[in-house]
């Protein structure tokens, strides 16, 4: 038999027709952090809402005694061990769509019991992964959010009032694989891929008067002796043409790996260069031409002294 969370094991062995209070004494007393939520709906009753979630009995049944219907939350993540998935199918949005491709992906397995919500959706519950933070997020594009480190969850025997009606949310399944941790970043990246970054434009770079290419690649076939002062004196003349100090280094750090020069070689000697053209006073940047490289390193660079 799999191993179940204290909160499953709970959730198991509530008697049919448990109040949300008796429920909420039983997860208390199997050690699992709970809080009261509104009736019919999902916003917390205390002050500092998943903050003030607690196994004090004591707390537990004040709560539920001034409030006797009330909702059950529970924080996710490494307060109660537990993180969830949820599928929602409110608004354009069909989250079992993205949920049948997060299957077929293979990132949903290891989930070790799942609950119907009152608006038609699912939370699929996961062993929070010891030892390593889970934050909440949103994929409001695929209908699918995140419970982890930062959020909460209502649970059963919690309502909801839908379109005037009261639904519960109710136990549909319980694993009998043994449950394992998911890949909340996986799968976020999977159902929500960040933008593509645009490619940087450096075409216009020689209509300022410098190509940074040619540049770069006079850079990368420096050899020993003088590759520090050529790589400085690439950089100056990059700032001198106004080339963003972000695409110099980006440009010149591959250049240097080229000659032997290693990252922070090429870091340390791009931004003093950069300094050192700040502070010196501005004049007008003579066009440069690489149709030959610089008769020799050492004499063009420009003295730190």
């Known amino acids: 038999m799999a191993a179940y969370s204290a909160f499953t094991e709970a959730l198991l062995h509530l008697p049919a027709g448990a109040t949300t209070g008796e429920a909420a004494c039983a997860f208390a007393a199997s ?56 599928v929602d199918v409110h608004g354009p949005a069909n989250g079992y769509v993205a949920l049948d491709r997060a299957d077929r992906a293979g990132l949903l397995e290891g989930w070790e019991l799942l609950i119907h919500t009152p608006s038609d959706g699912l939370h699929a519950y996961y062993p929070a992964s010891p030892g390593v933070v889970q934050r909440s ?13 930062g959020g909460y969850i209502i649970v059963p025997p919690s309502g909801r009032l839908v379109e005037g009606e009261q639904h519960a949310y109710r136990l549909e399944r319980v694993s009998r694989s043994v449950p394992q941790g ?28 410098v190509d940074v290419d040619r540049l770069a690649s006079w850079v990368g076939r420096l050899q020993e002796g003088e590759r520090n002062h050529g790589l400085f004196w690439a950089a100056c003349t990059m700032a001198e043409h106004h080339v963003p100090a972000g695409l110099a280094l980006d440009v010149l750090t591959t250049a240097g790996g080229l000659a032997g020069l290693s990252v922070r070689e090429v870091t340390v000697t791009v931004r003093s260069a950069y300094r050192t053209l700040a502070a010196a006073p501005t004049t007008a940047a003579p066009a440069v031409s690489l149709d030959r490289s610089p008769p020799a390193v050492a004499p063009v660079v420009r003295s730190l002294s």
């Open 31 to 86: 050690g699992v952090p709970v809080f009261p939520v509104a009736v019919g709906g999902k916003q917390p009753l205390t002050r500092h809402g998943f903050h003030d979630a607690t196994t004090d009995l004591g707390r537990v049944r004040a709560w539920w005694s001034a409030a006797p219907v009330a909702n059950i939350g529970m924080p996710t993540g490494a307060a109660s061990g537990l993180v969830v998935v949820d």
């Open 137 to 149: 997020w949103q994929a409001a594009r695929a209908g699918i959010d995140f419970r982890g480190d």
């Open 182 to 209: 998911v890949d909340a970043q996986r799968m976020r990246r999977f159902l929500d891929p960040p933008p593509a970054r645009p490619p940087i434009q450096r075409k216009p770079m020689a209509e300022r008067g």
